[in-house]
């Protein structure tokens, strides 16, 4: 007769948990719950010093930090989308997608960027392979109160999309978001960041083959020293000659974060939306070099 028979955390959020081989997840799931694990103290520093810098900057990571209501993990400390940036890449998303009623996150980490779609769609579905993170999520979607419109999937990416949401996303108006993990802080060690070499769990390529099956509009978070030849290649040998994506480098708080990629249609073309002219289109028309401010798109 231990505490899990007298707390009973609301678990119906969570997909993926069930059925005798996840005992083990539910029971971690409820034990977090129960430890009220990884709460964020605003004003006390982590732990691991190598992370007081993200602990600084805490606010661009959850604005609503200082509430006390927002948690990670060591790992989601540096690896959480800034909050100004998954505002951006969501209200962006939208824009160029009005018609679209669910984004896909594949590796929703903390919920950064799963708060902020939900914001703005129907319903966004967050996938994570790790419960804990899983948990932060379902946490920070509390503080930011938009758990309504969140489901969680607990699973391995490619097992998740190609079993439960198969069926769930559509091809031409929906998204899939992708941020996956860049392999660590070093990432900037190197010049050039190799796409198919570093990025985790799978490769670039191996990545965009089962994303573009599923829907054709996709979005990809890389580093911002990613190797764009590698990019362009592997965009014409997926989607054919000729096909293009769009890079746009942004910025936050005074420093580049990475490049958010655009693959669809309706991210570079606006004369379906706005057959009149563009003048009214999302206003991000060069590619590459941009310097985007933030502030436009609020
Ligand atoms: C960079 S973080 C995502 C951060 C997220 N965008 C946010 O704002 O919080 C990458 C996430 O991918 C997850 N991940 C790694 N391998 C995975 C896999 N095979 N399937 C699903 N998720 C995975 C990690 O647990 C981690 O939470």
Sequence with gaps: MSWLIKFYPDLSCFEGIDGINNTKIRHRLKKLFYNDSYRVYPYEK??????????KNRRTIFKLIDEGDIFLTDELWFSV?????AQFTASYIRHCLPHAKYVVDVFC???GNVIQFARLFDKVYGVDSNIDHLY????????YEVTDKVNLIYGDWEAVLNKTLKNKINQKQDCIFASPPW???????QDTYDLEKHLEPVSLS?????LFKLCDNVVLFLPRNSNLDQLSAITEELLGPGEKCKVVYVKDNGYMKGILVFWGRPFYDFS???PEGNDNA????????INIRMEDLY
């Design 183 to 189: 392999g660590g802080v070093n990432y900037l060690k």
């Design 136 to 143: 932060c999520t379902y946490k920070n979607a509390q503080c």
């Design 109 to 111: 980490g903390g919920g």
């Design 206 to 210: 191996k990545l965009l083959v089962l």
């Design 282 to 289: 999302p206003k991000l028309e060069q590619e590459r070099d």
């Design 46 to 55: 982590p732990q691991e010093r190598s992370l007081y810098k993200y602990w």
């Design 272 to 274: 379906d939306q706005y």
């Design 81 to 85: 989308t800034p909050e100004n940036l």
